[in-house]
């Protein structure tokens, strides 16, 4: 079901027994590298700092789903439980309207977040929908226009931003990269013969190198260890557990309800790595009948969901599943064959992050704080 898009990633996944026809594409790859090199090069010089404000980027190496805005999320809810407010800045993939009608997400509990998706985007309703009042989710393309919004209208003092490395606007203090533990850069290739935005070299960039773990005991092969040791040498590797807290109606705010164990599911999707989520669910315990996977951001209609979940009925599904991604595109009234609920899931450090934290809590202290925690990191990390 994701068409174009399905026959491009199965190609740059090099996985085994994939056809990798992209790499038919390469002469249009070496001027994508030439091209995003400039682009990259100019970026740099004309990134700014912002004044009273500690800056996290989050990135990815490569398209796809890597569990960047997870980690973004993380991020946001580890630096309102350090005191300071905070704000994840979007801008706005999957959003239709002009960029001077985005702006801040509405936190008020009246607000009709679930008919604002072409507005927003459904990352930024989601980010919106799983963080506490004290955290600003700001879509605005202009990354500089959206710190200045998040500090001056929300008095956030941690800025989180999601999909930050490539953005031309804001400076960062710290920059965390999502790789996949298992293709980190799937047949090598730059776009569009493969998945990489940039060169793997460029992960010298990295503060910080993050791997979301799917499965309960997922280990990060040690092909990948090793090649990210010849890539960026000496940058921190942290690992995390996506966990499974429950399930809940889409729209519900009550408390989610346990997956029960070898229940037999659907899953219905519209992310960056389906096959990401489908490795989840089996390791929660689930039997999957069916996956239908829709484009990322797809703006699936009522039809075309009724018409899966009928066949997912018909394959021995007795529930369908959605991601907090999807929640926000999902059609309220929409009457179905099956019981939908979203997914409702967290993130558990698997390593120490205490030298990654403590600067965002000296931020959240002040400023003379803020310049003690980053001596002590540095110090930590030499």
């Keep these: 079901m994701r068409g174009a898009a399905g026959l491009f990633e199965r190609s740059w996944s090099a996985e085994p027994g994939s056809l990798e026809w992209t790499k038919a594409l390469l002469p249009l790859a070496a001027g994508y590298s030439i091209a995003s090199g400039i682009a990259r090069r100019r970026a740099r010089a004309r990134r700014r700092r912002i004044e009273g404000c500690r800056v996290v980027a989050v990135g990815n190496l490569t398209v796809g789903g890597t569990g960047k805005s997870s980690i973004a999320r993380w991020l946001a809810l580890e630096a309102v439980r350090?005191?300071?407010h905070a704000a994840v800045l979007l801008r706005g993939q999957g959003a239709l309207a002009p960029s001077g009608?985005?702006?801040?997400?509405?936190?008020?509990a009246e607000y009709p977040l679930a008919m604002r998706t072409s507005r927003y985007g459904d990352e930024a309703l989601a980010l919106r929908i799983g963080l506490p009042r004290e955290a600003a989710v700001v879509v605005d393309p202009n990354r500089m226009r959206g710190a200045v919004a998040a500090r001056s209208g929300?008095?956030?003092?941690?800025?989180?931003?999601?999909?930050?490395?490539?953005?031309?606007d804001l400076g960062w203090d710290e920059l965390?990269?999502?790789l996949d533990p298992r293709r980190p850069v799937g047949n090598g290739s730059l776009l569009p013969a493969g998945p990489l935005r940039r060169p793997a070299s460029t992960l010298r960039e990295a503060t910080r190198i993050v791997f979301l773990l799917e499965e309960p005991r997922e280990m990060i092969p040690e092909s990948t260890r090793e090649w990210l040791a010849r890539k960026a040498p000496g940058v921190p590797v942290s690992r995390f557990q996506r966990i499974l807290l429950g399930t809940s109606p889409p729209g519900s705010r009550d408390g989610p309800e346990p997956l029960a164990r070898g229940v037999k599911v659907a899953l219905l999707s519209g992310i960056g790595s389906p096959s990401r989520l489908t490795r989840f669910i089996l390791g929660a315990g689930a039997e999957v009948r069916l996956h239908a996977a829709f484009p990322d951001h797809a703006r699936w209609s009522g039809s075309s969901l009724a018409a899966v979940l009928s066949r997912a009925r018909l394959e021995g599904a007795e529930l369908a599943l959605i991601t907090e991604k999807d929640e926000p595109r999902w059609p309220g009234h929409l009457k179905v064959a099956l019981p939908v609920r979203v997914l409702?899931?967290?993130?558990l450090p698997l390593d120490p992050v205490e030298d990654a934290l403590r600067a965002i809590r000296a931020a959240a202290a002040g400023p003379g704080a803020e310049r003690d925690g980053r001596a002590e990191a540095r110090a930590?990390?030499?």
């Excluded at 009608?101 to 008020?108: H, L, T």
């Excluded at 008095?155 to 031309?168: C, K, S």
Aim: glycine share 12%.
């Design 176 to 178: 965390w990269v999502a």
């Design 101 to 108: 009608e985005r702006g801040a997400v509405p936190d008020f």
């Design 154 to 168: 929300y008095g956030a003092r941690i800025l989180i931003l999601d999909d930050g490395w490539e953005q031309p």
């Design 344 to 347: 409702r899931t967290m993130l």
């Design 380 to 382: 930590e990390t030499r």
């Design 82 to 84: 350090a005191g300071a």
